[in-house]
């Protein structure tokens, strides 16, 4: 099984960007289809991205779409989210998951996804 540890997160204010990381061990990550989710306090995980095996494919949040950038580099096990323009609502938690499929789709429902990183904190300050 695949585990995922997220970096990146920080305090930034409104208007400046972020790029998050989410690095993985265990196996190759050449298999698994990925999403960014994220949960702020009090609410309801919720999706953000999502990128497709081969990263040919995305899918974004309307909240973010325009704004933020997923991407992968297979070759380094990583998967990135590349946050501009930022916003004092994009304050979470944002987490990485990953599904092993053979297929090119991209997943935007949480409950497509088997493996979970722990999390890195965004704060947006205004």
């Known amino acids: 099984q695949v585990q995922l540890v997220e970096s990146g997160g920080g305090l930034v204010q409104a208007g400046g960007s972020l790029r998050l990381s989410c690095a993985a061990s265990?196996?190759?990550?050449?298999?698994?289809?990925m999403g960014w989710f994220r949960q702020a306090p009090g609410k309801e995980r919720e999706f953000v991205a999502a990128?497709?095996?081969?990263?040919?494919?995305?899918y974004y949040a309307d909240s973010v779409k325009g704004r933020f950038t997923i991407s992968r580099d297979n070759a380094k096990n990583t998967v990135y989210l590349q946050m501009n323009s930022l916003k004092p609502e994009d304050t979470a938690v944002y987490y990485c998951?990953?599904?092993?499929?053979?297929?090119?789709?991209?997943?935007?429902?949480?409950?497509?996804?088997?493996?979970w990183g722990q999390g890195t904190q965004v704060t947006i300050s205004s």
């Open positions: 265990g196996r190759t990550l050449s298999n698994y289809a």
């Open positions: 998951a990953g599904r092993n499929t053979g297929n090119t789709g991209v997943y935007y429902s949480e409950h497509a996804y088997n493996t």
């Open positions: 990128v497709s095996v081969s990263g040919s494919s995305t």
